[in-house]
């Protein structure tokens, strides 16, 4: 969600909210003679009030599986995913007056850190990264189409290449309508079948050279230098196809920095909430 | 009557006071070349090219209509006779089309023939053509002015031999040629398309089109027994000669399937005996086929209530579905009965759409199948069409009247009335029904085919609705200033039930409900046309034009700064829509946004032209939505030119037609497009999407987002389709 002057009135209000907490705690705080403490009414109010807004943030999870159904738009949930999830910590942190006594609550207030930093950075990421794979990524496609439409490049490949040097599976042979030399017709269906396909391939693999943008041209600069004039629309055509190749693969890359913080973020938050809520039960009852 | 006595190339020949020189000739075996003769038709002497010497004449004669005297001497092959004969036929070679279609077609234009017969290779007179066109509006007859010679056969063919008289004369001099009605073109003409006129042309000027390609299934129809049925009867037999492969006969048996929903075809039937079923076995639902009916309480909720709670709202009281046929398809249980003199299947012969339902033989049936040029034949056939007429008129108008829900108060006794005084109208494709401007004189209600409504606008056309049967126009005019105030225009061959103003004002008199329900609507139509009209008025029109972004109500637009790609709208699109999604994130780009492939509620929505059980729509609202009868035809997607409709294949089980008693997985289809969500507050797209990245907005609000001035994204765009 991208952090910008729509977001004002949750932020206004977050930061109204944690000054009135911020002040009942301190005065709370300066007042207890014994200290802040999660057991006292404040303290449990913090305590609640905190786990409540925990229990909303972790809620937008369900809200996403029931997509349709009319229980307030799912912006207005993740904005209050955001802001309400971040004012839980200064609550959580006044219920328990910055002290974590015990391996469970030391356990919970690791998980919850951990839970607002995956966060933050997964916001953060979600405010620069959309622009980032829009910008670079102009040839992008539906993440779950990228095998497909990379089978479809490779084909398109082979179709060029077969109509300089034959079928690429073969071995070489007279192609119809154009005049090549036989050497350079070999030197095609080398470069193509050494550099171009594997690529096409596994795109993914490193240090391939066609994989760099600034190696790709070169590459394909020195082929074309060597190669006679009809083919060289054909390496042009191969170029393109490998630059789309390039942008899939910074696609992937891109959305999985985008979508991987979740894996930290998600399961964590189950268990901090399920942790809390053993937590509150164990506290009120022992 | 006495004989008389005359001498033809020496030869002394007697015949019948009152006989030509021409047929005095024939009956002595003197053959005398001519073009305008016919023998079953008044000699006119027109071409004169029958011309003969009569010593002590003088001039040459027109044999043809020159009476044989007494002691009159001929001579059919003088060197004077034979000059001007050659002069002749050169002039009328020298603005021939050579060779003609009929000369392309079977070699024996009978000018052509006699030109080289003449020894006429290359007329000394220099060539040129009479500009007088083609006229290819006929479906079995292409008339091509320039070959005609001016002979008049055809017009006699016409009016002395079938009583028609349809064809005439027109223009003068260079331009002289044959007419239809009042200068019409022919498939516009009260033609009947008996064939008289293309039989009787000796030139390609008239000719057979030759529209049997395929070889119908079923059993060829000889051309006497054709002729023995009341509505071939006064068809030429040379003409039904020539179309005999475009009709056969089919039998059916019982329970057998005749043609399905969906299919495309190209011909139509006409029940000679036995009944048969007509349904549509496409389930009733958009698109999940399992969601009523399963289990047994879900079975029997499901007869018990019918398809009633599952309506629109503004659907409440429809009764029927249009499909292809003389009936309207009961709405909550879609099946009907056709009978012997039921002709189904026009909107696909004529127009080659999908066929609208499934028919299956309910008894043994025998069916004439055929084809497009044999179906313009019976329907242009006076006796035929009377009997079409009387069964639409007998069995379906008032459903059809009732299928419009403001007339579904009628009562029976003024349907009654109706009956006898509604006229059924036939229009072709490009006729312009009604012209804005014009004194409003009719109601019209749709039987067959498509009506556009536009209205002109500066730089163009505005279409403000495309209705299909059921769909009724008329009203405003009527109601309201008693003037025309769109242009409506027939997208294809139409059939129209005219209800003229008289009985409309009676009507409305009568029933003071349909007239406050009629108010009602116009008031609303109005209300759509002005904000319609407004829309358009407040952006450059050539924008408008010149891309498709411009024609569409609501754009599904996604701001891929803030998208994160987590596909939240697709899947509550597709939880919204039976695990169906109808958008696809993928588009055209405008600088950080992206247009969704997902309908856009075109302002001219090409996709509703056509279906054939018309179940895709405009609501009030304006959005276009699929109905749940939809057949799965995919003219709709076809139809659309941004690629937003698209088929979605399903499983239902259905009786094997090979195993008797068992059942069988078929995959079916429905055509599926974005509904707005207008069941719901907002599209379940952008209400899913917890990033604020989806929005639906308005063409002209998105280019304000934009901030790119219309007109240069208009070059854009044109530029990239160049």
Redesign the interface.
């Known amino acids: 969600m991208r952090i910008d002057r729509t977001q004002s009135p949750w932020v206004i209000a977050t930061v109204a909210l944690a000054i009135v907490s911020t002040v009942a705690y301190v005065v709370y705080a300066v007042d207890t003679r014994s200290g802040p403490r999660g057991g006292s009414a404040i303290g449990l109010t913090f305590g609640i009030v905190g786990y409540a807004l925990m229990l909303y943030a972790g809620l937008l999870g369900a809200r996403k599986q029931v997509p349709t159904w009319r229980i307030g738009r799912a912006q207005t949930w993740m904005r209050g995913h955001l802001w309400l999830g971040l004012l839980s910590l200064l609550l959580i942190l006044f219920h328990g007056g910055f002290a974590f006594r015990g391996p469970l609550t030391l356990v919970l207030m690791l998980l919850f850190f951990i839970v607002i930093g995956s966060g933050i950075l997964g916001a953060v990421i979600q405010h620069y990264v959309p622009s980032l794979i829009t910008s670079r990524v102009p040839l992008e496609t539906i993440y779950e189409e990228i095998p497909h439409v990379r089978a479809q490049l490779r084909e398109e490949a082979d179709q060029l290449a077969a109509a300089i040097c034959g079928p690429v599976s073969g071995t070489g042979a007279e192609v119809a309508g154009l005049e090549i030399e036989h050497d350079d017709r070999e030197r095609f269906r080398e470069a193509y079948l050494r550099k171009v396909r594997p690529y096409l391939e596994d795109p993914e693999t490193l240090g391939v050279e066609l994989s760099d943008a600034r190696r790709s041209t070169e590459t394909f600069d020195a082929l074309r230098r060597l190669l006679a004039e009809p083919v060289r629309g054909v390496l042009d055509d191969l170029e393109n196809i490998c630059e789309e190749e390039r942008q899939l693969s910074r696609q992937i890359r891109i959305y999985h920095w985008l979508h991987a913080w979740l894996l930290v973020h998600v399961p964590l938050s189950i268990a901090l909430l399920v942790l809390g809520g053993v937590h509150a039960v164990m506290a009120l009852r022992y | 009557m006495s004989d008389v006595q005359l001498t033809i190339d020496g030869l002394q020949v007697s015949v019948p006071e009152g006989t030509s020189v021409f047929d005095a000739a024939r009956m002595y075996g003197i053959a005398i070349p001519t073009l305008c003769h016919q023998q079953n038709e008044t000699p006119v002497g027109v071409c004169r090219v029958c011309v003969v010497d009569v010593e002590k004449a003088r001039v040459l004669a027109a044999s043809c209509v020159r009476p044989a005297e007494n002691d009159m001497v001929v001579h059919t092959n003088s060197e004077r006779v034979l000059r001007a004969r050659k002069t002749l036929v050169e002039m009328l070679m020298a603005d021939h089309p050579s060779p003609c279609a009929r000369q392309r077609q079977s070699n024996d234009c009978e000018l052509e023939t006699l030109a080289r017969l003449e020894g006429i290779t290359e007329p000394r007179f220099p060539r040129k053509i009479s500009a007088r066109g083609q006229d290819n509006s006929s479906l079995v007859i292409a008339v091509d002015h320039e070959a005609c010679i001016l002979c008049d056969r055809c017009v006699r063919g016409c009016d002395e031999i079938r009583h028609n008289d349809v064809l005439g004369r027109r223009g003068k001099g260079f331009l002289a040629g044959i007419a239809f009605d009042t200068n019409l073109p022919m498939g516009n003409s009260s033609c009947v398309s008996c064939g008289e006129c293309m039989v009787s042309c000796p030139t390609g000027a008239l000719t057979n089109k030759s529209v049997v390609k395929t070889v119908l299934p079923g059993e060829p129809v000889d051309v006497d027994e054709l002729q023995q049925l009341s509505y071939f009867q006064k068809v030429s037999g040379t003409f039904l000669e020539l179309n005999k492969n475009a009709v056969v006969r089919r039998q059916f048996r019982k329970g057998e399937i005749v043609c399905r929903e969906g299919e495309y075809g190209s011909t139509a039937f006409y029940i000679m005996e036995g009944q048969a079923e007509v349904f549509l076995s496409t389930p009733m639902a958009h698109v999940n086929t399992e969601r009523h009916g399963t289990g047994f309480l879900g079975k029997m909720t499901s007869r018990l209530f019918g398809r009633r709670e599952e309506r629109r709202s503004e659907e409440g009281r429809r009764e029927t579905i249009p499909i292809d046929a003389p009936v309207d398809l009961p709405y909550d249980h879609p099946v009907a009965t056709l009978g012997p003199g039921d002709l189904f299947g026009e909107m696909t012969c004529m127009s080659l759409y999908p066929r609208s339902a499934t028919v299956r033989a309910a008894t043994d049936c025998v069916m004439f199948e055929m084809l497009r040029n044999v179906l313009d034949i019976i329907q242009r056939n006076k006796t035929l069409k009377a009997q079409l007429d009387a069964n639409y008129r007998r069995r379906a108008l008032d459903d059809h009247l009732r299928s419009v829900p403001m007339f579904a108060t009628l009562d029976q006794k003024f349907i009654d009335i109706l009956r006898d005084k509604v006229e059924l109208v036939r229009y072709t494709k490009g006729d312009v029904i009604c012209q804005q401007g014009d004194v409003a004189d009719s109601f019209y209600l749709i039987r067959l085919g498509f009506v556009k409504v536009s209205e002109p606008h500066p730089g163009g056309e505005l279409v403000l609705a495309y209705l299909g049967r059921g769909g009724y126009f008329g009203e405003i005019g009527l109601l309201g200033g008693g003037i025309r105030t769109a242009t409506c225009t027939a997208l294809d061959h139409v059939e129209v039930v005219r209800i003229h103003g008289e009985e409309f004002h009676r009507m409305v008199g009568r029933f003071p409900e349909v007239r406050r329900s009629l108010e009602t609507l116009v008031r609303e139509r109005q209300e759509q046309n002005r904000q319609r009209l407004a829309t358009a008025t407040s952006m450059p029109l050539d924008s408008f034009l010149a891309q498709g972004l411009m024609e569409a109500q609501s754009l599904l637009v996604m701001d891929?700064?803030?998208?994160?790609?987590?596909d939240?709208c697709v899947?509550?699109c597709a939880?919204?829509h039976d695990g169906v999604t109808r958008l696809?994130?993928?588009g055209q780009?405008f600088d950080?946004y992206l247009v969704a492939t997902s309908c856009r509620h075109c302002r001219d929505p090409l996709c509703m032209v056509g279906c054939p059980v018309g179940s895709i729509r405009r609501r009030n609202s304006l959005e276009v939505i699929i109905e749940n009868w939809c057949i799965g035809c995919g003219l709709c997607a076809k139809n659309c030119p941004y690629g937003n409709i698209n088929m979605h294949p399903f499983t239902v089980l259905e009786n094997d037609p090979v195993n008797a008693g068992r059942q069988m997985a078929v995959v079916k289809q429905k055509a599926t497009s974005c509904d707005l969500c207008t069941d719901?507050?907002?599209p379940?797209c952008v209400?899913?999407?917890?990033?604020?990245a989806a929005h639906r907005v308005e063409p002209n609000e998105f280019f304000r987002w934009v901030g790119t001035p219309l007109a240069s994204v208009a070059t854009e765009e044109a530029a990239r389709r160049t």
């Open positions: 891929l700064e803030r998208c994160t790609r987590c939240a899947r509550a939880d919204a696809i994130r993928e780009r950080k719901l507050a907002e379940s209400y899913a999407c917890p990033h604020d």
